[in-house]
């Protein structure tokens, strides 16, 4: 089955720098989020995109800011990349069926501002 | 205080041994219970998914739901080295989209 699809697997940029970490949700999942995970810690909510409109905002810098495509893809921008911006960035997608709504995430871009 | 609490571990155990891992919750509107299983560098990978309250079972893994007492558990049994990994809980409402993790709970099987 087809699942997140997320790109880079890796970055590695240097303070003050931008980044851009694109997302393919799975086929015909309505909703995508983004997420930060720093080590030994869980997901923190960024943003979220319902239907290509934002529907949620979470945790993000002001310096963040993410857009979901016609195409559904979704991709998160960063500037003036910071130290602490150092983490793993999930992407996940779900759908509202009849059981409800489950995330399922990419295996995620890993940071590294140098 | 975090909307889901999960004990961090790290939680050590022999091979076939059967694990235990908990999580407790504050919110009384959450209706959906997902365990997800996380390998280091890989993204969180859905392992069990309930709705309200019960018992669900897949092979050896069992999700339990109490929400009388906002506990949720996932029951390994007969663990294999294989299982070694983060266990994050996670947990939403009918309405918004919004999803509440726990900050999981590191495992590992020993052989």
């Known amino acids: 089955a087809a699942g997140v699809i997320q790109s880079p697997r890796h970055l590695i940029k240097e303070k003050r720098e931008t980044a851009t970490l694109k997302c393919y949700p799975i086929?015909?999942?309505?909703?995508v989020y983004w997420y930060q995970q720093g080590p030994g810690q869980d997901p923190q909510f960024l943003i979220s995109f319902y239907e290509k409109m934002q529907s949620d905002k979470g945790s993000i810098p002001d310096r963040f800011s993410a857009q979901q495509f016609s195409d559904y893809h979704s991709e998160l921008n960063m500037s003036s990349l910071e130290l602490g911006d150092s983490a793993l960035y999930f992407c996940a997608s779900s759908l509202v069926d009849s059981l409800g709504s489950r995330l399922h995430f990419g295996n995620g871009t890993r940071l590294t501002v140098t | 205080q975090k909307e889901v609490e999960q004990d961090p571990g790290p939680l050590s155990v022999p091979e076939g041994a059967i694990v235990s891992l908990n999580c407790t919750y504050s919110?009384?509107?959450?209706?959906?219970f997902m365990w997800y299983r996380q390998y280091s560098r890989k993204g969180p990978e859905l392992l069990m998914y309930t709705y309200s309250s019960g018992n669900k079972e897949d092979g050896r893994f069992t999700a339990q739901v109490d929400k009388s007492s906002k506990y949720i558990s996932l029951f390994i049994r007969d663990s294999q080295p294989s299982d070694s990994a983060t266990y994050l809980c996670?947990?939403?409402?009918?309405?918004?989209?919004?999803?509440?993790f726990g900050t999981g709970t590191s495992l590992t099987v020993i052989p």
């Open positions: 919110n009384s509107a959450f209706q959906y």
């Open positions: 996670a947990m939403s409402a009918p309405t918004g989209n919004q999803f509440y």
């Open positions: 086929p015909r999942h309505d909703t």
